[in-house]
C-alpha cells in the first residue's frame, strides 16, 4: 500500500437518522471486513460500539476503520470515519472533517436537505473538503430524487450532478442507469447486493436519461479543449475513461458534486457508492500541502505528502480506554512514525514517546510497527495530549491550524451523590473534558457548585449516563441552565486611577480609554493601543489587554461572559517606581467595571434554529405551540402529507421541547434543534434572569 494514489481518507456525513452507520455497515460486508451484516435497530451496528449507541439506535462518537476495495483493477486503502447526524455531537464532524480529505454527504430521499445536512455542509466548506452525494432510502414511500437534488442546489448553494438515475421509487425501487457507461443495473437479492448485472433499459426512462447523459457529457467537454472540439464533431466521441478523469477533476477542485442514489438497508447501491469513492474523492496526494507555522520563528512553513519529509501530524481526537487509558487518534501529514520511537508535541513544546501504534476498527485495536504520510491512525503513550495537537519531527518544528469548536449553549450543576465518590468524580470529568472540547467544566465562585457546560440536553445527558457507566460515580444534577452572554451597546470614556500605598513600594496605574461594542465580525476582545510618546512603557501594555480579557469573563449585570468588546487605549500615566504589570492589569479589571455599567449592558439569550416535520392535520398546534415559545417563524415547506416549519426559538424556551411535541401530535411529529446564534433578550426575561 505504499502508492498513496490508492488510499482514501473519507467521513460520512448527513444529518440524523440518513443512514450514515448502516451505509458504513454494507461497506465493511461488501469489503470483506464483516461477514455479516450489522444493523442498527438492532443494537448490533459495528461502528456504534458504546453502549448508550447501541441503547439509543444513534451514533454518539465517531468511530474510524480501514477497508480494502478492488477498482479497475487496483486495490485501494479507504480509511472511513463514521460521524454522528446529532447536532449535540456537532464536534465529532468537525474533528473527522479537519483531517479528511474528501466526503461522502447522505441525503435521505424523503427528508432531503434537513437543517443538520446544512450545518455539516458548511463545515465541509469550512475545511475545503470536497464530496460526492449519495440520495439513500430511495425504497421508502415519499422517495424523491430529483427533488433532492433540487434541495441541494437551492439549499446548500452547491452544484449536484447526477450520476445515476433510479430505476423505480419507493417500494419499485429495483435498480439504477449509469450514466456515465448508460447502462441499467438490477441488484441480485439472494448475494445481499454483492452481484449487479445488466438489463435492458426500461422504455418510459429512455428520455430521461439521455437528457441527463446529454447534461453530463457537455459538462465533461467544456472541461477541456480538446474534448469540446471532438464533442462538436461526434457527441459520442468522449470515452469513459475521459468522464470519469473530467469529473474527478472537477470533484476534486470542488465545482461540482456528483450524486448517487440507493438504499443501504435494502444492500442497493452500496458498491457504486465505493467505486465511486475511488474513482472521484481525493487522495493525499491530490490535496495540497498542508501548511502551519514554525513555533520558533514565526514563519509559514509547508510539508509534503511524503514518507522522506519531517515527521508532522495532527491530533483530531482523543479517547479515554479503560484497559489501554487514553487513546490519541491522528492524521500524519509528512513522514513516518514507528512504534515505540518519540515525537515532539510543538502544541506543549514536550517530548512523549509512542508506545504502540494501532489501526482502529470501531473500539477494536489492530497494532502497527509503522505509520506513513497519508495515513490516519491512533496511539497509546501519551502523558499529555489535547484536541488538536501537532505532533511532528523535534528538528523540524511545525505547529498546524487546530480547529475552532462552538460554544456551549446549557449547563447543568452537578455533585457526586457519595462524598467519598469525589476523586474519582474530577477524575470523570477531567477525562471526559479532555476527550470532548465541548464539554466544560468549571466552579461557580459564589455556590462553589460544579458546572457542567454543554451543547444540548442530549449531550449532557450522554456525559451523565458515561460517568455511571464507565467510572462508576452515580451523581446528583441540577435543573439544565442557560448559556446568557451579555454584551455592551453604547461607547464610554473613562479614566481609571488605581493608587495603593502600604508602606514602602505601593502601586499605580493610570489609563485613559473608549470602551465600546466590537466592530461587526470581531469575536472576543478587539483591543487598540493609541498611547503615544511612552505615557504607559511598552511592557505595561499586554499586561492592561490581560486585564480586561479576564475581566471579560464577567460581566455587570449577572457575571455572565461578553461576548465581544473593543477597548481603545487612548492614554494615561505610570510612576517610575510605583507602577508594575501587576497594577496595570488590576487597573484595566477595576476600569472595565466601572464603564462597562455605564456603556449601556444588555442581556443575550441563545436562539436555536428548529426544524418540525408534521402531519398535516397537527400544523395549527404546532405553530400555536412554537408561538407560545417566542418562536420566530420563517417558513412552512409543504412536503407528500406533511409540513416542515423552520423557526428560531430561544433556548430557554426549549427545555423538554420533545415530550411536548410528542404529546400534541401524538407522537407523529419529529424535529431538530441546533444552536443559531446570540440575540439580545427582551426585558422581562432580563429581569427574570437579573433576580435570580
Known amino acids: 500500500m505504499s502508492d498513496l494514489h490508492f488510499t482514501r481518507n473519507i467521513g460520512i456525513m448527513a444529518h440524523i437518522d440518513a443512514g450514515k452507520t448502516t451505509t458504513t455497515e454494507r461497506i465493511l460486508y461488501y469489503t470483506g471486513k464483516n461477514y455479516k451484516i450489522g444493523e442498527v435497530h438492532e443494537g448490533a451496528a459495528t461502528m456504534d460500539w458504546m453502549a448508550q449507541e447501541q441503547e439509543r439506535g444513534i451514533t454518539i462518537t465517531s468511530a474510524a476503520t480501514t477497508v480494502f476495495w478492488k477498482y479497475n483493477d487496483n486495490q485501494f486503502k479507504i480509511n472511513i470515519i463514521d460521524t454522528p447526524g446529532h447536532v449535540d455531537f456537532t464536534v465529532e464532524v468537525e474533528r473527522s472533517l479537519r483531517v479528511l480529505d474528501g466526503a461522502v454527504a447522505l441525503f435521505c430521499a424523503v427528508g432531503g436537505v434537513e437543517p443538520q445536512s446544512e450545518t455539516v455542509w458548511r463545515q465541509a466548506d469550512k475545511y475545503n473538503v470536497p464530496r460526492i452525494g449519495f440520495v439513500n432510502k430511495m425504497d421508502r414511500a415519499g422517495a424523491d430524487f430529483f427533488n433532492v437534488l433540487k434541495q441541494i442546489k437551492e439549499r446548500l448553494g ?55 447523459r446529454k447534461q453530463l457529457i457537455e ?68 490535496v495540497p500541502e498542508i501548511e502551519g507555522t514554525n513555533p520558533k520563528t514565526d514563519e509559514k512553513v509547508s510539508r509534503k505528502v511524503d514518507v522522506k519529509a519531517p515527521f508532522s501530524a495532527l491530533a483530531f481526537k482523543i479517547a479515554t480506554d479503560p484497559y489501554v487509558g487514553r487513546i490519541c ?70 505547529v498546524l491550524e487546530s480547529m475552532s469548536f462552538p460554544e456551549p449553549v446549557i449547563s447543568i450543576a452537578i455533585e457526586p451523590t457519595k462524598q467519598a465518590d469525589l476523586d474519582k468524580f474530577n477524575n470523570a470529568l477531567t477525562k471526559l473534558s479532555e476527550e470532548d472540547p465541548t464539554l466544560q467544566v468549571s466552579t461557580d465562585e459564589n455556590s462553589g457548585q460544579t458546572i457542567m457546560k454543554g451543547m444540548g440536553e442530549l449531550h449532557l445527558d450522554i456525559i451523565m449516563d458515561r460517568m455511571r457507566r464507565e467510572f462508576n460515580v452515580e451523581c446528583n444534577q441540577g435543573a439544565p441552565q442557560v448559556a446568557y452572554k451579555e454584551a455592551i451597546t453604547a461607547f464610554c470614556d473613562h479614566r481609571e486611577v488605581y493608587k495603593k500605598q502600604t508602606g514602602g513600594r505601593g502601586k499605580f496605574a493610570d489609563i485613559i480609554f473608549t470602551l465600546s461594542p466590537a466592530d461587526e465580525g470581531v469575536k472576543g476582545l478587539q ?94 398546534d404546532v405553530t400555536g405551540d412554537l408561538n407560545r415559545r417566542r418562536a420566530l417563524l420563517e417558513s412552512i415547506t409543504a412536503k407528500i402529507g406533511i409540513q416542515a416549519v423552520r423557526a428560531k426559538v430561544p433556548l430557554a424556551q426549549m427545555f423538554g421541547y420533545v415530550t411536548s411535541l410528542r404529546t400534541i401530535t401524538s407522537g407523529r411529529a419529529n424535529s431538530t434543534m441546533e444552536f443559531s446564534h446570540y440575540a439580545e433578550a427582551p426585558r422581562d426575561v432580563t429581569e427574570a434572569v437579573l433576580k435570580k
Do not use: W
Open 219 to 286: 459538462g465533461v467537454a467544456e472541461e477541456d479543449d480538446e474534448l469540446l472540439m471532438r464533442y462538436m464533431d461526434d457527441e459520442n466521441s468522449i470515452t469513459e475513461d475521459e468522464m470519469i478523469y473530467q469529473i474527478r477533476k472537477a470533484t476534486c477542485e470542488m465545482r461540482i458534486t456528483p450524486v448517487l442514489c440507493g438504499s443501504s438497508f435494502k444492500n442497493k447501491g452500496v458498491q457504486n457508492l465505493i467505486d465511486a469513492v475511488c474513482a472521484f474523492l481525493p487522495s493525499p496526494v491530490d
Open 527 to 620: 483591543f487598540v493601543n493609541e498611547v503615544k510618546g511612552g505615557n504607559i512603557p511598552k511592557e505595561f501594555i499586554p499586561s492592561i489587554e490581560k486585564g480586561f480579557k479576564q475581566a471579560m469573563q464577567n460581566g455587570v449585570l449577572a457575571g455572565f461572559p461578553l461576548e465581544s468588546m473593543k477597548v481603545v487605549l487612548k492614554d494615561g500615566s505610570y510612576h517610575p517606581v510605583d507602577s508594575d504589570a501587576l497594577s496595570f492589569e488590576l487597573c484595566a479589571k477595576i476600569a472595565f467595571k466601572e464603564a462597562a455599567s455605564k456603556a449601556k449592558p444588555i442581556l443575550l439569550e441563545p436562539i436555536m434554529l428548529v426544524e418540525v416535520t408534521t402531519p398535516d392535520a397537527y400544523l395549527g
Open 158 to 212: 452547491a452544484n449536484p450532478i447526477p450520476l445515476q438515475i433510479p430505476i423505480g421509487q419507493e417500494d419499485m425501487f429495483k435498480g439504477v442507469i449509469d450514466l456515465i457507461s448508460n447502462k441499467a443495473l438490477m441488484y441480485d437479492e439472494e448475494s445481499n447486493g454483492m452481484k449487479m448485472y445488466e438489463i435492458p433499459m426500461p422504455d418510459d426512462l429512455k428520455e430521461i436519461t439521455a437528457k441527463y
Open 329 to 398: 487518534f491522528f492524521r500524519v501529514y509528512s513522514g513516518a512514525l514507528d512504534s515505540g520511537s518519540y515525537v515532539f508535541n510543538s502544541t506543549t513544546g514536550k517530548k512523549e514517546r509512542i508506545s504502540r501504534i494501532m489501526q482502529m476498527h470501531a473500539n477494536k485495536q489492530n497494532p502497527l510497527d509503522r505509520i506513513e504520510a497519508g495515513d490516519i491512525g491512533a496511539a497509546v503513550g501519551f502523558k499529555e495530549i489535547k484536541t488538536g495537537n501537532t505532533l511532528c519531527d523535534e528538528n523540524y518544528p511545525i
